[in-house]
């Protein structure tokens, strides 16, 4: 295996693990947290979203950036010389994992923070968590959505990419 495969396929593998985990959260663990109490769901929420930067998927989440920017440097030169189908799929894996976490830090990350600030039995709760959790349930989808196109681009890309 040459380096350009070997990064690539850590690549999608990262891009397709954090994919897959945004995924089990849009479809079960949002839709548990909308069927429980408002108290609840916010309180849940709020300490998801204090473990998550402490969690193994942050490394996953920035090393598998490190690994599309490598994918990227790897594959632009070759696409200019070679062309193919292959190389560009690597890139548009690469660029829609970029994309993935890009949504991550520009909305999710915020938006849980000023979350934090939401007392969980209060009076403003039920309409803190309704102005919460479908947007970010939506933008969840897209970011998913992206992690896991680029883990298939990348992959399909190696594909066709191979002699």
Request: charged fraction near 10%; charge should be negative.
């Amino acid at each position: 295996m040459t380096v350009t495969e070997i990064t690539t396929v850590a690549a999608a593998l990262g891009a397709a693990t954090f994919g897959g985990v945004l995924f089990a959260f849009s479809t079960f663990v949002m839709p548990g947290l909308d069927a429980a109490p408002t108290s609840a769901a916010v309180s849940t929420m709020q300490e998801l979203n204090r473990a998550a930067p402490r969690s193994l998927l942050v490394l996953d989440m920035v090393g598998t950036l490190a690994l599309c920017i490598a994918v990227s440097v790897l594959a632009l030169p070759q696409l200019r010389t070679d062309g193919g189908a292959g190389n560009a799929l690597l890139l548009v894996g690469a660029v829609l994992y970029v994309v993935s976490f890009a949504i991550t830090a520009i909305y999710h990350v915020p938006r849980n923070d000023a979350f934090q600030s939401v007392v969980a039995d209060g009076p403003d709760a039920d309409l803190a968590w309704r102005d919460y959790a479908k947007p970010w349930e939506l933008w969840n989808h897209v970011r998913s959505f992206a992690a896991l196109s680029g883990a298939a681009a990348m992959l399909v890309g190696l594909l066709v990419r191979s002699p």
